[in-house]
T-cell receptor, first 115, second 114 residues
Framework: GESVGLHLPTLSVQEGDNSIINCAYSNSASDYFIWYKQESGKGPQFIID?????DKRQGQRVTVLLNKTVKHLSLQIAATQPGDSAVYFCAENMGSGGGADGLTFGKGTHLIIQP | DSGVTQTPKHLITATGQRVTLRCSPR?????VYWYQQSLDQGLQFLIH???????AKGNILERFSAQQFPDLHSELNLSSLELGDSALYFC?????????????FGPGTRLTVL
């Protein structure tokens, strides 16, 4: 079975509000995590990553939080815009480090921005 | 635009046939990864090549194979195609330096097996 999963398949938020997308992982040996955004008809687009020795990482309008105790990952998007509408995937690397093995992806959350 | 290119964008073929999907990584990237995305299985890792050598295999069927050429482009060969092979196929590349670095995905090839 998959070791990475998402709690909510669909999330609908008002434009301008903050969004939080959650992800659970089961492999405590995973040491690298990535969030991707996939728009219809396109490939996954890198948003932000975090290593297991960090709890939080911030980017432009996005923040990733990692809670290793409960094996939980979240993506926070501030002031959501229509262009944020997409499917969001969390992914983990269970390789020995260096990305030698492929990523394991969660099922994805469809974020819908309401005007 | 990630810098990863894939051809063709769409491919329609019949069961039992063989197809080849092509990927060019970002300039300077030595690693190429192949993934399959289907409605029932989601995004699944197939295989990883680094500088021409196979590094890791995921859920890749024996009917599928890949290779990476000296110019670093990669091809994914799918043979004896079945209806269930219909999916999106993505390649991704990552920087050559070892470490925890993101993979950058191409636009994908949509394969339809009739």
């Amino acid at each position: 079975g998959e070791s990475v999963g998402l709690h909510l398949p669909t999330l609908s938020v008002q434009e301008g509000d903050n969004s939080i997308i959650n992800c659970a992982y089961s492999n405590s040996a995973s040491d690298y995590f990535i969030w991707y955004k996939q728009e219809s008809g396109k490939g996954p687009q890198f948003i932000i990553d975090i290593r297991s020795n960090m709890d939080k990482r911030q980017g432009q309008r996005v923040t990733v939080l990692l809670n290793k105790t409960v094996k939980h990952l979240s993506l926070q998007i501030a002031a959501t815009q229509p262009g944020d509408s997409a499917v969001y995937f969390c992914a983990e690397n269970m390789g020995s480090g260096g990305g030698a093995d492929g990523l394991t992806f969660g099922k994805g959350t469809h974020l819908i921005i309401q005007p | 635009d990630s810098g990863v290119t894939q051809t063709p964008k769409h491919l329609i073929t019949a069961t039992g046939q063989r197809v080849t999907l092509r990927c060019s990584p970002r300039s300077g990237d030595l690693s190429v990864y192949w993934y399959q995305q289907s409605l029932d299985q989601g995004l699944q890792f197939l295989i990883h090549y680094y500088n021409g050598e196979e590094r890791a295999k995921g859920n890749i069927l024996e009917r599928f194979s890949a290779q990476q050429f000296p110019d670093l482009h990669s091809e994914l060969n799918l043979s004896s195609l079945e209806l269930g092979d219909s999916a999106l196929y993505f390649c991704a590349s990552s920087p050559s330096v070892p470490g925890q670095v993101p993979q950058y995905f191409g636009p994908g090839t949509r394969l339809t097996v009739l």
